[in-house]
């Protein structure tokens, strides 16, 4: 097993893999820029380097400084947390080639699942149902009408290289397949440095359904069962769950072995995110995510495992600690996402935490890298907290996580708390009764969000 690891995040998932290795007897190596140099991971961990200015492009992403830092504390593995260089396929390269271990998926893999193309390919030929749509990448606005009369409209154009929501244009006809496939193109440009992109089938009502999978990289896999994720605005998840309120055993039962069977033929290591969209019935692949989730509590919730000392065991060559059989669903967990934002725009609203209290009491966990009088700087992603509950059953989670957050206090800034304040008086949200329109739907018509 390792002595020390290298946590190339910040902010609460850089705190989660620094518990998880400090309860595996593992020391800890936190990275921050100079706009972090307060921030509570640098705090929590064992010895911290500053590895540059607060642009992301000169510190969590500059790959020479990650490596140096390694190499003057003498860590040897790098955990990535999520987004920065967490599926960067050059990445992993570069750390191997410097004898350090990249807790993670191999670069083949990643390189695999970030081309969304060769991603949906792969998945077809290895058992997994995909929406319909083009054969590939559609490398005209002749061959985009083309398709778009083939499969019939509505109809979604997404670049292969897309992410985070960005990338991904709906043309609900004919006549707006020109913008859209333009738009998609130049976001795909823009973004990710790659214009290609291809087409599916526009589900009109699906659920936003993911499996958990995870491999020993030894041919070995099993699956953690489903989140429902459904609950989005501009496609990211703001209130994640499992299981899924519309999931059967039997299904989950069958699409987890298709999801399962599939990472044990690649001999996947680590941990993973097999996305579908569900709808009547139906599983349809759209993405896979080669990394940890941001919603991964919900899971750990249910089956009562910590996925990151599991990531660490396999990439120190160690077995995975469970097998399938061991792993059983105990009740259910529902994680909101707290962001430092403004309602009703969610405009990012960075700032002085004057006041900071987290809730607790059985079945609640705060992830949150937050302090009184800490300031959230301007430069990176909006999340500050995520509050998981478990309970029994869906009703006692529900009820836990509306006194959690009444016990929540963030004040300084403004916060998506609120919205969830409202979303827990929603009969639909209480039944579990909503797909992936719901909540876009929901901010029009109550904070005449657009
Ligand atoms: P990203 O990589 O940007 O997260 P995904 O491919 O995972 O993109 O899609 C994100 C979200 O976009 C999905 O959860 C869903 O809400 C919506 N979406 C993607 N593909 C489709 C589709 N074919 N039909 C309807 N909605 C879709």
Redesign the pocket.
Known sequence: MFKKILVANRGEIALRVIRAAREMGIGSVAVHSTADSDAMHVRMADESVCIGPPSSQQSYLSIPSIIAACEITGAEAIHPGYGFLSENAGFVQIVEDHDLTFIGPTAEHIRIMGD?ITAKDTMKELGVPC?PGSDGGVPTLADAKRIGEEIGYPV?I?ATA???????KVAQSAAEMERAFMTARAEGKSNFGNDEVYI????TT?R?IEIQVFGDGKGRAVHLGERD?SL?RR?QKVFEEAPGPSITAEERARIGKVCADAMANINYIGAGTV?F?YENGEFYF??MNTRLQVEHPVTEAIFGVDLVREQIRVAAGMDLSFTQEDLKINGHGIEVRINAEKLPNFSPCPGKITQYHAPGGLGVRMDSALYDGYKIPPYYDSLIGKLIVHGRDRPEALARLRRALGELIVDGVDTTIPLFHALLAEQDVLTGDYN?HWLEHWLETNLGNA
């Open positions: 969304k929406v979604i997404k897309g992410g985070g929501g960005k990338g991904m599916e089938k526009y589900l699906p936003h994720c989005q496609h996305e969209l759209i993405e992936i």
